[in-house]
């Protein structure tokens, strides 16, 4: 049987040819890059972080890697505690050691690239309550390798656990493990909302309609800049975004697969959150910049944008923000 490939909205290519691979390497020998800055690493808050069920959290692990907190759930995005990725170092440390993260409930997996999904680090968090969730044809995958309690989902599913509402929402992206495999699994992003809104507290006396809420969260995963972040900002009402801001030079070569620092800040005013949260850069040296340029160009979008400076909230490793709920309609 013929398996199925996927595609991106519009079957818009990211596929790249040998000749192209190898101007990209030769242009790579060429520059001189200055790689001092790193990402600062925070004395995590373990304590606190071990016994929170309640506030909604968000510490940043490093690259693409979030331990969130919400409703109640401990949850990890695209895991990754590798010392190295291929023939590169990790740059910067994990923001907690895997050994320290309280129990996790769920890990969400954005795509199969192994700077997204890495077995080692899953197999260390998972545990008998811990529910996998996957792109649409990378069960079969993560059942071969243990992992019995996995859900697959399709662009725009929505799925409930415990009192989250889970989407799987659309990016412009593609997936290789092996030579065999492109594209043999899908690729998108995630938006989190509370499944249950009427069991939070009513705001305002007069107000009994509104209810303190969670923020609703997106987990942008990977991507090149594409109309689906319109139509996400079109049909959630989204208050963080986690935006992917780095490994775009040379431009010519990964535009069509991941967004530069002035795309990531329109992607952010796309999808219409409050706030964002910047992500993937600085911690593999996955593309040609440097940790430093990807801050520095979304610091002069931001400027250009005319956005306040409290629009966007950089982490270090290791490092918490404790999101407070708001008074909003129920549902919304």
Same mark, same amino acid.
């Given at each position: 049987?013929?398996?199925?490939?996927?595609?991106?909205?519009?079957?818009?290519?990211?596929?790249?040819?040998?000749?192209?691979?190898?101007?990209?390497?030769?242009?790579?020998?060429?520059?001189?890059? !200055?790689?001092?800055?790193?990402?600062?690493?925070?004395?995590?808050?373990?304590?606190?972080?071990?016994?929170?069920?309640?506030?909604?959290?968000?510490?940043?692990?490093? #690259?693409?890697?979030?331990?969130?907190?919400?409703?109640?759930?401990?949850?990890?995005?695209?895991?990754?505690?590798?010392?190295?990725?291929?023939?590169?170092?990790?740059?910067?440390?994990?923001?907690?050691?895997?050994?320290?993260?309280?129990?996790?409930?769920?890990?969400?997996?954005?795509?199969?690239?192994?700077?997204?999904?890495?077995?080692?680090?899953?197999?260390?968090?998972?545990?008998?309550?811990?529910?996998?969730?996957?792109?649409?044809?990378?069960?079969?995958?993560?059942?071969?390798?243990?992992?019995?309690?996995?859900?697959?989902?399709?662009?725009?599913?929505?799925?409930?656990?415990?009192?989250?509402?889970?989407?799987?929402?659309?990016?412009?992206?593609?997936?290789?493990?092996?030579?065999?495999?492109?594209?043999?699994?899908?690729?998108?992003?995630?938006?989190?909302?509370?499944?249950?809104?009427?069991? #939070?507290?009513?705001?305002?006396?007069?107000?009994?309609? #509104?209810?303190?809420?969670?923020?609703?969260?997106?987990?942008?995963?990977?991507?090149?800049?594409?109309?689906?972040?319109?139509?996400?900002?079109?049909?959630?009402?989204?208050?963080?975004?986690?935006?992917?801001?780095?490994?775009?030079?040379?431009?010519?070569?990964?535009?069509?697969?991941?967004?530069?620092?002035?795309?990531?800040?329109?992607?952010?005013?796309?999808?219409?959150?409050?706030?964002?949260?910047?992500?993937?850069?600085?911690?593999?040296?996955?593309?040609? !910049?440097?940790?430093?340029?990807?801050? !520095?160009?979304?610091?002069?979008?931001?400027?250009?944008?005319?956005?306040?400076?409290?629009?966007?909230?950089?982490?270090?490793?290791?490092?918490?923000?404790?999101?407070?709920?708001?008074?909003?309609?129920?549902?919304?």
């Amino acid at each position: 049987m013929a398996k199925i490939r996927y595609n991106n909205i519009d079957n818009v290519s990211t596929d790249k040819t040998l000749k192209e691979f190898r101007q990209w390497r030769e242009d790579r020998r060429r520059k001189k890059k !200055d790689y001092t800055y790193k990402v600062p690493n925070h004395p995590p808050r373990l304590d606190y972080l071990a016994g929170n069920r309640l506030e909604t959290t968000i510490t940043w692990i490093g #690259h693409s890697t979030f331990f969130l907190q919400y409703e109640g759930l401990n949850i990890i995005t695209d895991p990754i505690w590798a010392r190295r990725l291929g023939f590169e170092k990790r740059i910067g440390q994990p923001g907690i050691p895997l050994a320290d993260i309280p129990p996790i409930d769920l890990i969400l997996i954005s795509h199969s690239h192994y700077d997204h999904l890495h077995i080692a680090s899953i197999r260390k968090l998972y545990r008998a309550g811990t529910t996998i969730v996957v792109p649409a044809g990378l069960k079969r995958k993560m059942l071969r390798k243990g992992f019995p309690n996995c859900q697959e989902m399709q662009w725009w599913q929505e799925i409930t656990l415990g009192a989250v509402k889970l989407t799987f929402v659309p990016t412009q992206h593609w997936t290789r493990r092996t030579p065999f495999d492109t594209n043999s699994s899908h690729w998108g992003g995630y938006v989190l909302q509370p499944s249950d809104p009427q069991k #939070h507290p009513e705001g305002e006396e007069g107000k009994a309609q #509104h209810k303190l809420l969670p923020p609703n969260l997106y987990f942008a995963g990977d991507s090149g800049f594409f109309p689906g972040f319109k139509e996400i900002g079109r049909r959630f009402k989204l208050h963080v975004a986690l935006m992917p801001i780095g490994a775009y030079e040379p431009e010519w070569f990964m535009n069509s697969q991941h967004v530069n620092p002035e795309e990531a800040v329109q992607a952010f005013l796309d999808v219409g959150a409050e706030l964002m949260i910047p992500m993937h850069f600085g911690t593999f040296r996955l593309a040609d !910049d440097t940790a430093r340029e990807a801050l !520095d160009r979304m610091e002069q979008a931001r400027v250009a944008q005319g956005l306040g400076e409290e629009r966007i909230h950089t982490l270090g490793y290791g490092e918490t923000l404790v999101v407070q709920p708001e008074e909003r309609p129920a549902g919304k």
